[in-house]
């Protein structure tokens, strides 16, 4: 019984219950607050239940007789016990109490503090061991000097990664360009900054490299959001008026909701160059808002320049240095020619405005379609729009028609295929808009403008009277849609509309009565 009793009272003192009290409820609270540190949490405290044994078992060496081993083995584990709370009060201090003051610290400095609090901790055990301090720190200052001198690369790079932290010249989440790689900083340690690039690489940059040397922080600017300007290239021919290509392309973009770019500031065209070649240079220029998929979104804003310069009109520029080995002749563009004028009559037919028309009314329609492509989330048509009086067919893909109330909220109204149309009250009447159109995929249309319906009109003004009752129809469906009722029959009178639509397309095409 004396045995144990003097094993006891040699490692357990006075201040020891109260030690773990402590260690515990530090313990139990970064447990439930620090749920992503929790790996870090339970070594530590695996670390001061090891120590603790370790001061028992000095315990039972005393009690043992073997004194001198006793105390080197107690205070081996006093130190351990010690850095294990040291380490639990860091991981309180800078991780729970210091934020919920909002004064969040670099890891870093949280391991300087820490590591200063070791070697604090250290130096008071061997002082209380009966060590002279004052010869153990001249020699290891001598030591330390020629640490310092034989590691300087190594202290420079934690001095590095140190100054980068205090003064936030770069953090976590950033995205960088050191020379001609760039990529997003993941971590920065104590000798490195480890930058993950868009090539699934993790490239290493140690930090005295960063602290000597100009690196480019990309998208970061005082007070605004995370956002990065890209170039985008294209060439026009000369012929084409640039403020024409310039508000085509800005038009274009501006009213489509393309994933990861900004709003503000907006995209804007830019003529660059004019070229001896015989073109024009443009860039458009657009804020990048998620830096990652960059190329994936300067492709798909290419897709939106060539959709949009084609249904005006106008065609992108080749550096023609190639050689043409061979030129086709016109039977062959005859024969190409025929062949979409066969798919455009075959598309026609299906559209119900033009079910009454002859073959040769199709044969003249056709011949003045205009292919007009969109790209997904461009505005086809937009509600209230009294400029444009095309009617459209679409050939390819999905569009989605949609309603707008004031207070700008959407209503979606109906999803249009292939061989769907639409816009026929503007080419026909002249109105305006009556609902939005918005391209869910890539869609390909036919465009049918006012001109080439108007010719067919002045030879067959019959034809107005056949196509009002189908408008009439869509009319009172479109009304109905906007007004929340399922059945067109509590619509006014088709009749009475239809004569309306009528007389607005006589009117509009200034036909005879």
């Not at 070594?43 to 603790?52: D, E, L």
């Not at 936030?168 to 340690?189: A, H, M, P």
């Not at 999803?415 to 390909?444: C, H, I, P, Y």
């Not at 249309?445 to 196509?467: G, S, T």
Request: glycine share 6%.
């Amino acid at each position: 019984m004396t045995f144990w009793r003097d094993a006891v009272d040699f490692f357990w003192g006075a201040e020891s219950l109260l030690l773990l009290l402590m260690v515990l409820a530090i313990f139990v609270l970064l447990n439930y607050f620090l749920r992503e540190d929790r790996q870090s949490l339970f070594n530590t405290m695996g670390f001061y239940i090891v120590c603790v044994f370790g001061q028992f078992v000095s315990g039972l060496l005393h009690a043992s007789e073997l004194l001198r081993a006793a105390e080197i083995v107690r205070e081996v584990f006093v130190i351990g016990a010690g850095i294990a709370l040291i380490r639990l009060w860091g991981l309180l201090i800078f991780r729970k109490i210091l934020p919920s003051f909002k004064l969040t610290l670099p890891r870093i400095t949280e391991d300087i503090f820490v590591i200063i609090a070791y070697i604090a901790w250290f130096m008071v055990r061997l002082r209380y061991a009966g060590l002279d301090l004052s010869s153990i720190l001249a020699t290891s200052a001598v030591i330390t000097a020629v640490i310092a001198f034989a590691m300087q690369d190594t202290l420079g790079n934690i001095l590095g990664g140190l100054a980068l932290q205090l003064d936030n010249s770069v953090e976590v989440g950033d995205w960088i360009k050191v020379d001609d790689i760039s990529g997003k900083v993941v971590d920065i340690r104590w000798r490195s900054t480890l930058v993950e690039t868009r090539n699934w690489e993790t490239v290493v940059f140690p930090n005295s490299q960063l602290m000597k040397n100009k690196f480019v922080v990309l998208g970061r600017r005082t007070d605004q959001p995370v956002q990065w300007r890209r170039w985008v290239w294209f060439n026009v021919g000369l012929d084409a008026p640039p403020p024409k290509v310039i508000n085509v392309i800005e038009d274009v973009i501006r009213h489509t909701d393309i994933p990861n770019v900004a709003s503000n500031p907006p995209p804007n065209c830019v003529l660059m160059d004019l070229d001896d070649k015989g073109y024009a240079r443009y860039a458009l220029r657009y804020w990048l808002t998620d830096l990652m998929p960059d190329d994936p979104t300067d492709g798909m804003m290419r897709w939106h320049i060539m959709a949009a310069l084609q249904r005006a009109g106008l065609k992108l520029a080749m550096d023609e240095r190639g050689i043409h080995l061979t030129k086709e002749n016109e039977k062959y563009e005859d024969a190409l020619h025929q062949r979409e004028v066969q798919l455009r009559l075959k598309t026609l037919r299906r559209v119900e405005l033009f079910s009454s028309m002859t073959e040769a009314e199709l044969v003249s329609l056709a011949e003045r379609l205009h292919y007009s492509p969109f790209a997904r989330g461009n505005l086809i048509t937009r509600q209230g729009d009294q400029q444009s009086h095309g009617l459209y067919i679409i050939i390819r893909g999905e569009a989605e028609v949609f309603l707008a109330s004031a207070g700008g909220e959407r209503r979606a109204v109906n999803v249009l295929r292939k061989g769907d149309f639409f816009g026929e009250m503007a080419l026909l009447t002249g109105a305006a808009r009556r609902a939005s159109v918005l391209a869910k995929t890539d869609v390909d249309c036919y465009r049918l403008d006012k001109d080439a319906f108007q010719a067919i009109l002045q030879v067959r003004p019959a034809i107005a009277d056949e196509v009002s009752h189908i408008l009439a129809l869509r009319s009172a469906q479109l009304d109905s849609a906007m007004q929340d009722i399922d059945s067109v029959a509590s619509h006014p009178d088709i009749s009475q509309s239809r004569n309306e639509i009528l007389a607005t397309i006589r009117r509009f095409f200034s036909l005879n009565n």
